[in-house]
Each structure stands twice: as C-alpha cells, then as structure tokens.
C-alpha cells in the first residue's frame, strides 16, 4: 500500500503555470506512482507516473513538453510542473499508486489498462480564460 497525499492546485489564467506536488510513502514493493487528472464531466486520465524501482519517469504523450514531472527523492515527493495551462486542463488531480512489475506497467497503468489502488483525495486546478 502507498500513502500518497497532494498539494498545490488553486485558479490560474489562461498562459499561466502550476506545481502541484504528491509526498508518498510506502514500506515495501515496486510502484508506479504519480498524477492523473478528471476533467468535469469527463472520465479521468493519465498524466505522468514513475517506477520506484527505476526513478523513470512516463507522461501522457500529448501532455509531455508542457507538463513536466520531477522526483524529490530525499523528500518522497513528485512534481508535477504545469506550464501554459490552457482552460482545457481544468480539473480536479489526484496523486496515485499501484503495484508494479516494471516500467512498461506504468507506461500502461497512464493509458488507463491497470487500475490504481491508492488514491489522493485530490486537488482542483482551474484555468480561466
């Protein structure tokens, strides 16, 4: 099991930018750990996650370049860097966990094939225009 609990989220313009940050903590096993998203009145998605194993870290392929993930391993914390937030990117964010065999298995678990286990209670993030 992970503890995982986020911070960061609040209302921002159009243009702007964001960190939201995840501490997680788990005793023993091999993870992916990291962010999704649900929009309103959408189904929630996949932004970045890393494999504790490896520190690697996998994005959602049309989010990466203006999201960027970062590990803080002294502080067992992972960023997650929002830049040019359009309306679009509303949403409330959770910070996730599950169990993990390997990389590809988060490069998975983002496109929605394996299920998480942990969840945050999650963070709202709202761009207005």
């Known amino acids: 099991q992970v503890n995982v609990a986020e911070s960061g989220g609040g209302s921002v313009q159009a243009g702007g930018s964001m960190r939201l940050s995840c501490e997680f903590q788990y005793i023993l096993g091999h993870y992916c750990i990291g962010w999704f998203r649900q929009p309103p009145g959408k189904e929630r998605e996949g932004v970045a996650l890393?494999?504790?194993?490896?520190?690697?870290?996998f994005y959602r392929d049309s989010l990466e370049g203006r999201f960027t993930a970062s590990l803080d391993v002294a502080r067992n914390t992972f960023h997650l860097q929002m830049n040019d937030l359009q309306p679009e990117d509303t949403a409330m964010y959770f910070c996730a966990a599950n169990r993990a065999n390997n990389g590809d298995w988060c490069r998975a678990s983002i496109l929605g094939r394996h299920s998480m286990t942990d969840w945050g209670k999650g963070v709202l993030v709202t761009v207005s225009s």
């Open positions: 890393f494999f504790t194993s490896t520190e690697m870290i």
